[in-house]
């Protein structure tokens, strides 16, 4: 199952259980780095850019349903209208 990650406006949500907060996730990113290396040979990366990321498997944490969790709308608060 390729899945897309959550945004500002959307949210995962089991349509199984209901939950929205917990849920393991299998993910795949590859990446380039800049790495440089202090005087005693310590690096440190300072640059990165996403080459690829992929979803792999979404699984619930409450039911372990892996075929159920959904992309949905985020509900906007009162307050933020």
Known sequence: ???SAPDSTTRWRCARCGNLTRFDV???TSST???HFDLAGV??????????????SV???????????????RIERAEDV
Do not use: K
């Open 1 to 3: 199952m390729a899945l």
């Open 26 to 28: 299998v993910r795949t």
């Open 33 to 35: 780095q800049y790495w």
């Open 43 to 56: 690096p440190s990366v300072e640059e990165e850019s996403i080459v690829r990321d992929e979803i792999q």
């Open 59 to 73: 699984t619930c944490r409450w039911c372990g349903a892996t075929d159920t969790v959904e992309l949905v709308e």
